[in-house]
């Protein structure tokens, strides 16, 4: 398993440069523990090629999605809040305080603001704005804009963003120049950055219009691109703004160089596969194994029109799972929940229907340093002691690991370990059905909003029958699936957490018993669990990467131990197709979203021309 560089436990890969030796000094940059790659005079990033020409149209499909949006549809140009589904790449049209640096874990440099400046006790930071920003129609960005911004997020975001700068007191603006964001004691070690990196709204575009309203009305930004043609539910296109202000800045050379930036969207992958067959876009990440396997072989790949590449994937793969609903008393006992497990024939799902692409996954933490394994560590279980008997013993051993079957796809020894958890549980089996202890039959409901994932839940619901639990596929469309999601009314979903190099407060929409009760949190599962909140607090309160580390493991462990979820599936690759007139940075940025497409990416005319002409 790949982990987190040699650096994760406190000796970075690069040489760091401290941000400052005295804490109230104006600093470029910031991040959580203090270390900085780049000097306050560095030209441009290093995995960036500042020469990238500029032009050309980049079209592709969702690959990922934040607060509001959805893999398959849009309605709305409000990204940031809980109504209406948000459309892609709004995040394009609007700045941030700062930026991060995609060759470091966590560090951020200025751009809307040029500096910062960070009281002793880390409780002020003051922000210098940048006199050149503006917004598109010319008129300036400043430090009100900023305050505003940060306020109405916090006030009417979506419950994700509320939640997050729950530790941010107040943002207010003395002046043009000057931001003032002040944090509580004990605050998050790592709200700052998020402050830091969420949009800058347009006060005055505001002061006309509610914030928390689901519109089709073109914000104001001040982004590398603005919103361009568009068709609901059908495709948004974002142009590039030719004078844009922060083109020349050193967090910018040799990004954003695309004239336009394009989201298509499908409501099935087979139908979307077909549209890039046909260029009706021109970049594609693929997800499903079988596509990869056996259908990337049409002529445009053979002719070399289509270029092919796998490229590796160094970030923390997160979580992917079923996640179990436990605000629903049925499964409130984590035997049933454990029986699950059991039941789901991983090994011949991977073989027969995933053409053996994938690895298990057994933490939240995957392909990464914070996963569990072993005893704990002295340092570990310094943090675990004072659960004892509150938490399974098994916290205080080897971690939890999904069994291994022998991949029959019904693995005899597996699915009785299976039934008698359930009987454990109360469950008896009366007439080949499982009845809950208040008679009533066990009922399992996957709720799923595209079709793919169909086959890989066949094999496991022939197995759940065996168990007596009668278990159903419900299929809705995108919108109704995410109204659903954030209400927590399903019994049992699909979703994959994402996790940073360097968690923190992060941690709580997922796994906090704050967020268990918070609708449109990621903690699907009702995680509520005293210890795992008290572990979170630890966390976030780690003065180093190794403290970092070894909190996030106990949790792990803890979160394991707890049969939340039935555990996936993860590949440490990225396997893209696109039609062969891009180019990209030789070595991609390790701790960047995806392949750093297209922000890092260029459009190569003579490549393209051969296209044209190969037509």
Known sequence: MLGLSVGALGAPWFRPVMAATDPSAEVHGMSVFGDLKYPADFPHFDYV?????????????????????????????????????????????????????????????????????????KLTYRFTMRPEAKF???????????????????????????????DMVKAEAPDDATLIVSFAPKRARDVPLYVASLPIFSKGYYSTRPFDESTLDEPLGSGPYKVGKYEVNRFIEYERVKDWWAADLPVNRGSYNFDVVRYEFYRDRDVAFEGFTGRNYLFR????????????????????????????????????????????????????????????DFEWTNKTIMYGAYARTVSPFQNSDMVASGPPSPEELKLLEPFRGQVPDEVFGEPFVPPVSDGSGQDRALLLKAQQLLNDAGLVAKDRKRL????????????????????????????????????????????????????????????????????????????????????????????????????????????????????????DRVFRAARYWVPQWYRTTHPIAYWDEFSHPEKLPRYAQGVGAPDNWWFDAAKAAKIEQAK
């Not at 168990?467 to 019994?491: H, K, N, T």
Request: with cysteine; aromatic share 10%; proline share 6%.
């Open 136 to 166: 598109h129609d010319g008129s300036k960005l400043t430090a009100h804009d900023a305050a505003f911004s940060l306020t109405a997020l916090k006030e009417k975001g979506h419950p994700l963003i509320t939640q997050q700068l729950r």
């Open 285 to 344: 990440e693929e997800f499903t194994s079988r596509v990869w396997a056996t259908r990337y072989d049409f002529p445009a790949v053979k002719d070399g029109r289509v270029k092919l590449e796998t490229l590796p994937d160094q970030t923390p793969s997160g979580g992917q799972g079923w996640f179990i609903n436990t605000r629903r008393d049925k499964f409130k006992d984590p035997r049933v929940r454990e029986a699950l497990i059991y039941a789901f």
């Open 436 to 555: 809950l202890p208040n008679g009533e039959v066990l009922t399992i409901e996957f709720l799923l909003d595209e079709p793919t994932f169909q086959p890989h839940h066949a094999t496991f619901i022939k197995n759940l029958a065996l168990l007596g639990i009668e278990a159903s596929i419900r299929q809705v469309d995108p919108v109704q699936y995410r109204a659903r999601v954030e209400a927590f009314d399903f019994d049992v979903t699909t979703e994959r957490l994402s996790m940073s190099a360097t968690p923190g407060d992060s941690l709580r929409p997922y796994f906090s018993s704050q967020a268990a009760a918070t609708k449109g949190s990621y903690n699907l599962a009702g995680v509520a669990n005293p210890a795992i909140d008290a572990l979170i607090e630890k966390a976030i309160a780690a003065d180093t990467r190794a403290d970092l580390t070894i909190a996030c493991r106990a949790l």
């Open 49 to 121: 090629n500042p020469a990238a020409p500029k032009g050309g149209l980049f079209s592709l499909i969702p690959s990922v999605r934040a607060y509001n949006q959805s893999f398959f549809t849009f309605n709305s140009f409000n990204a940031y809040i809980l109504k209406g589904e948000g459309a892609q790449g709004m995040d394009m049209t609007f700045v941030p305080l700062m930026t991060r640096a995609g060759d470091e874990p966590d560090a951020m440099y200025g751009l809307a603001a040029k500096s910062v400046q960070i009281s002793a006790d």
